[in-house]
């Protein structure tokens, strides 16, 4: 889904430029900022501000500030195992104590032990834990170009990659079969950039045909070819007309996630997804290296920053998006991709690790699943407790994905206290929550003719 089609404006990501010592807000239209610590947002909206600018709080209308980023939100080591979705969309990431015939239990870092009823839960996913991050750079030059036919025309400054004139670098990163590539592409104006990435690259000698992948960005636009070391060698399996011409900063920001288990690829550029494909072709490549080629004749210059490679699970991705079977009843599905039917009994310790009773349609007696064994689960949607219609004016966003609506919000040093549409009064720690945003009231419809 393109950001353009939620409700929430596009706004920074969480957690970049917060001040360190106030909140910092974002006013309407993203063009001015204050700094102050937010005392309460009450259900008006009404934000009630304290800053060095006044010596009285200032109050600022809820439509004059698109987001709220914290000051003191404190990042967590490792998030909780599992992350629930409500059934408003809301998602909380928690850690499973038990499930009984009416509620779920669960411990929460930022809200403490929660009693969720069956009735509001849409799904839970398992196994969450930090992405790992395999490389992040560059950091020096030599970490690309260890010699110097590799360093000829390269430089290095203020974390970037710059080639003036014909440049290749290679890295062997270790790619894992399931990877996420990150890179910034700069070049200069009025020069178009002429640059190409390969990936699951077994750096061979130059000239050698073999299996790989390569991004191509230059005057006719972007696309992703595969080369293959038998038949036809060239195959373009991603192509956008996009110009350099159309990017006004003469930037680009790539993110490439591969799935060589599923033969998938797909696509970012600048945040936007720009499609999925297949690989029709085999072998799937396997290379673990990186190469990066500039090959500008006119001595401009493209500068390469930002290169990062993450592990990539898509199994929340993937079970989300896939027919979950009848939603009169709770289904499951195991982190092997086994599908399950039926009725989710209960969840309870047994001899120190959770173990998860499912009943299936087509067996008497309760399969037990260890939770380490379980991916997704879904609770049937018959009984369920609607979402309604009512937007609630601020989403606050909390550390491991989680995103809760609230009508208003009352701030003390330590606490936030907020009144959630299902799950009622909370008090959540102030340091947990990341940032806090304003949504776009949806547009009344319009009057029949």
Partial sequence: MRTSNILLRPLLLCGCCVSLHADDLTLAGGASRLTGTVRSINAAG?????????????????SAVDKVEFSNASAASQPPSALVLLTNGDTLPVTIESLGEQN????????????IPRTCLSSAQFGIRNTKVIYSGPKRLEEWAD?????????????????TGPATASRDIGLPQQFILRFTLKWEAK?????QLHFADPLQAKGERCDRYYLQFGGAGLEIKREASTEKRYNTIVQLNRTPNQYPDHQIQVEIRVDRIGARIQLFINGEPEGEIADPILPIPDGSGITLTCNASDKSSQEVRDIEVLEFDDSRQRHHSEDRGNPENDSLISREDDRWGGRLVDIRKSDGEL????????????????EA??????????????????????VLKLRGDGSLQVESCQFTQDTVTATHPLLGPLTLRRDGILSMERRIPKPEPAAEP
């Fill in 191 to 195: 020069h178009n950039p002429n640059f």
């Fill in 373 to 394: 064994d379980v991916s997704t689960v879904f609770f049937a949607a018959k009984n369920s407790v609607k979402a309604g219609d009512k937007q609630h004016p601020f």
């Fill in 147 to 163: 010699n110097d036919k590799d360093a000829k025309n390269w430089s290095f400054k203020n974390g970037g990659l710059i080639a």
């Fill in 104 to 115: 779920l239990t669960v411990t929460s870092p930022e809200a403490g032990r929660l009693e």
């Fill in 355 to 370: 173990v998860f009773r499912f009943k299936s349609d087509f067996q008497d007696a309760p399969l037990e699943i260890p």
């Fill in 46 to 62: 009404q934000v009630e501000l304290e800053s060095p600018l006044s010596p009285e709080l200032l109050l600022l209308k809820g």
